[in-house]
């Protein structure tokens, strides 16, 4: 996200219709695009990923949530009490990534914990109330500094000193970092998180081929970077501007090989998510701890 020092992740005036918007993308990139969102979820898809890091020699931990548990967390957290207007179309999906990433994450009262490109999230401070641990938000929106518990400007320069958390997440962020944005953020998680702290990716998006999926509205008047080997499927009223969507050797190239001294990396299958809710679509997390 450093690239673009005029970032806005939502313009507040959509000027162009879907299928115009298409057509200014076309003329403006050499990217293959597709009509529609990125199927990955389909089963088939998720076998081929598997069926990948298993000829990569990359192992896979198997992550279930307990019903129960997650039960209990939603009634702790107070979700439907506290936060009445939060992802009311699919809270199931975002409390899932927050207990999740708190269960991978390992959560105490003496962490530093980061939310990062946390928007209007109430993770941070679930977190500081459930676990007593002092946690922070993130986001580019915010006004540049820290202020109280907000850290404003790119997460890829915060403004904090070095090892300053020792525990950070990113909850349907990742993707969003676009350029080399999501290698500049790993460098500053280099420098940000403590030895043995660890960062919590999910969902982690994967598909069988390079892919980016995109509000065309937002992608044509923003002017959005898009990796030039991937291709483009624009989602008609998804009302973001990238995502994207890594392969396992994509993945491996601009996250893992390169960080491989830094971080130790621990990828998670998530299965069975429909004994929670059908609407769940986080298939893929990672968990990368400081060396």
Known sequence: MSEN???????SHIQLDTSTAIDVLKQRISNPIVTGAV???DSTVLQRITAEFVSQAIQLRDLRICPEEYAMFMDHAGYHERYTNYYSL?????????????????????DVFIDLASEGSPLP?????????EAFAQDIMYEPGVHENRIGGDACDM?????FASKAALTC?????EASGDIKLFQ???RVLKRGGKVCVIPLYLYSFPATQTDARYSAVCDVPFDSDCTVFCADGWGNRHARFYTVETLRNRILDRFATAFSFSIY???????????IYARWAMVAEKV
């Open 125 to 133: 401070e679930i977190t500081s109330r459930l676990f007593h641990a």
């Open 39 to 41: 199927p990955a979820t």
């Open 188 to 190: 500053e998680l280099g």
């Open 173 to 177: 962020s990742l993707e969003h970092f």
């Open 159 to 163: 403004p904090v000193p070095n090892a």
């Open 90 to 110: 699919n809270l199931a999906e975002k409390s899932f990534e927050h207990f999740a990433a708190l269960q991978l994450l390992g959560m105490n009262e003496d």
């Open 5 to 11: 020092i005029t970032y806005k992740y939502q313009p």
């Open 269 to 279: 299958r998530i299965v069975r998510t429909d004994s929670i809710a059908d609407s």
